[in-house]
């Protein structure tokens, strides 16, 4: 009779387990916040000929970026152009030209153009900050691996940053603020925590500069008010650490004024510098009811709501919802013993409430109740700030609490908080309730005009002379969506065009900030032919006008794309210029001999 027992001879030896290994389950989060992003983006990776629902401002991008690539291969002044706005240029490091994505992404620009590498970019912004605050979090704050992702999820894709994403790309670049944040607070005095933290902080601080000023204001803003909360939580740390943290900004604002002397005295005094802002910069802020309600690129959005609670669909930087708001403030109570906490909320509060502007408004109801903001509105750097931008400050602070909470329930030794009723459970899914309704949808794309054959084939070509430009129909020269800084960013800055969309000073003796260059009289005449498709009736001094207009702006041709209202455009043009030829995709006219 035999036995169930093998002998030694005949056992199968046992396959070696292979430990999984350590980066794979990083590598999975990093994959998921890219996936997202790239779906988000998917409304253009398919389709030339769409952009994403703020064009004017995707536009403008585009071409930052396409000038980025142009200066890299050709060597040209990074800080300044002339290939819009001609003839006098563009200030380039006054306006938000993101050299910090530019250079980087130039590869990408110069081999598949400026659309897809905007489109890379915006996924490169949402998932690099989600995975940025995900590694911040898991190496300082939280154990659990899970929290950390929450955490990095909260403050990649919160609605703020998927409203930013599709205009601004300055804005929802956020992936060097956790790094910042790290170098800052460091823990650990001693000279150690000094030099070389500092070198790396100021090496940041000037890539941040180049890529949004703006978002570095706000961040030492943030920065500030935190250190100053938990000092009052916890003032024996706070003078243990204070020498070294002050150190430590010595050293990097040292490094960080190197390569950034000239480009700061390039903005503020270089050619068509500009003072003050294009803008009341003070009339973009949030209603106080926003802070509860769905934003329109949600699972739960619509467009009338944000509507009436936020100045455009690209400032929709609260609209957390009910849930996560009462998720924080049970949070902050359940955690108040710790003074990261403490100071969070702190400082969370506090510009939430600068969000609301100078004057309170709920539901779209102003109330003559002071806002907050009205204390600081006067200072330098504040007096330029978008308040309703305050509020993006709050996205990490609650992305920060939440992983906070999962990491402290995924640790805590309580099995339940009733029969059968696991807390890590209750608590993850009380988390997954909160966030559920701010689930992202695709970012809104429109259709765009494409850039006429004739334009993008180089057909124009022979009939530009060196140092002559392309002038658009209608030449927009002020704020709103130019037709012919997209053809340029298109082409890679093939031509010189005059107008454009971007901010310089109102004239050469003058710089007060506007938008675009102050516009001639035949630029407001085919503008407002475009717009109301009337025909006007033109005199000789129009045409006069005209002559004089192109000779400014150095004109060989005059080119006329698609339009809503092209005919009467076209039917405008020929009574100034003469008859047009039709061209591939439009109308040209030659006026190289009309110029001289």
């Not at 890679?492 to 901010?503: E, V």
């Not at 092209?566 to 009309?594: A, F, H, Q």
Request: net charge positive.
């Amino acid at each position: 009779m035999t036995t169930g027992t093998a002998s030694p001879e005949t056992t199968v030896p046992a396959t070696p387990h292979r430990p999984r290994p350590a980066w794979l389950p990083d590598a999975l989060v990093v994959t998921g916040y890219l996936a997202l992003a790239v779906l988000l983006t998917s409304g253009q990776w398919s389709n030339p000929r769409r952009l994403f629902h703020q064009a004017g401002d995707q536009v403008l991008f585009e071409w930052m970026l396409a000038h980025a690539a142009n200066a890299v291969v050709q060597g040209e002044n990074p800080l300044y152009s002339t290939a819009l706005n001609a003839p006098d240029g563009v200030n380039l490091m006054a306006n938000t030209s993101v050299l910090g994505l530019g250079v980087p992404l130039a590869p990408v620009t110069l081999l598949v153009g400026s659309q897809a590498a905007f489109c890379v970019a915006v996924v490169c912004c949402l998932a690099g900050t989600a995975t940025a605050w995900y590694a911040l979090l898991r190496r300082r704050l939280v154990t659990a691996r899970s929290a950390a992702a929450v955490g990095g999820l909260i403050c990649g894709f919160a609605p703020g940053m998927i409203a930013q994403a599709g205009a601004h790309l300055h804005m929802a670049a956020q992936f060097l603020v956790p790094a910042i944040l790290a170098l800052v607070f460091r823990p650990g005095p001693g000279s150690g925590a000094v030099w070389r933290p500092g070198v790396g902080l100021g090496l940041l601080l000037a890539w941040q500069v180049f890529i949004g000023e703006e978002v570095l204001v706000f961040l030492a803003l943030a920065a500030g008010v935190f250190a100053l909360g938990y000092a009052l939580a916890d003032r024996v740390a706070a003078r243990r650490l204070a020498p070294a943290l002050l150190g430590r900004l010595a050293v990097a604002a040292v490094v960080a004024a190197v390569p950034l002397a000239y480009p700061l005295w390039f903005q503020f005094h270089g050619p068509q510098h500009y003072s003050g802002m294009a803008f009341a910069a003070h009339g973009f802020q949030l209603d106080a009811a926003s802070f509860t309600a769905s934003a329109r690129q949600t699972v739960l959005g619509d467009d009338w709501l944000p509507g009436l609670l936020s100045p455009n669909p690209t400032e929709e930087n609260s609209f957390f919802g009910p849930g996560l708001l009462v998720l924080a403030v049970v949070i902050v109570i359940w955690l108040w013993r710790r003074p990261l906490v403490r100071a969070l909320a702190g400082c969370g509060l506090l510009f939430a409430l600068l969000s609301l502007g100078t004057e309170l408004r709920v539901d779209g109801t102003a109330t003559g109740v002071p806002g907050p903001y009205r204390l600081v509105a006067g200072l330098p750097l504040l007096d330029l700030a978008v308040p309703a931008r305050f509020a993006l400050v709050c996205v990490p602070v609650l992305g920060v609490l939440v992983a906070l909470s999962l990491d402290r329930v995924r640790a805590a030794r309580r099995p339940s908080v009733a029969p059968g009723l696991p807390v890590r459970l209750l608590w993850s899914g009380a988390v997954a309730a909160a966030l559920l309704p701010l689930v992202p949808t695709p970012i809104r794309a429109v259709p765009v005009a494409p850039v006429p054959g004739f334009v993008a084939d180089g057909g124009w070509r022979p009939q530009v002379p060196p140092g002559r430009t392309i002038v658009a129909v209608p030449p927009v020269t002020g704020a709103g969506f130019s037709p012919v800084m997209l053809w340029s960013a298109r082409t890679g800055l093939a031509f010189r065009a005059p107008g454009g969309y971007f901010i310089g000073p109102s004239g050469p003796d003058d710089p007060t900030a506007r938008w675009g260059a102050p516009d001639r009289p035949t630029a407001v005449l085919l503008r407002r032919v475009a717009e109301t498709g009337a025909v006007p009736v033109l005199t000789d001094a129009d045409r006069s006008q005209a002559v004089e207009d192109l000779r400014h702006w150095r004109a060989a041709l005059v080119v006329l794309g698609r339009l809503p209202h092209g005919d009467p455009v076209r039917r405008t043009v020929d009574d100034l210029l003469g008859p047009g030829r039709p061209v591939d995709g439009g109308w040209v006219w030659d006026v190289r001999d009309r110029v001289g």
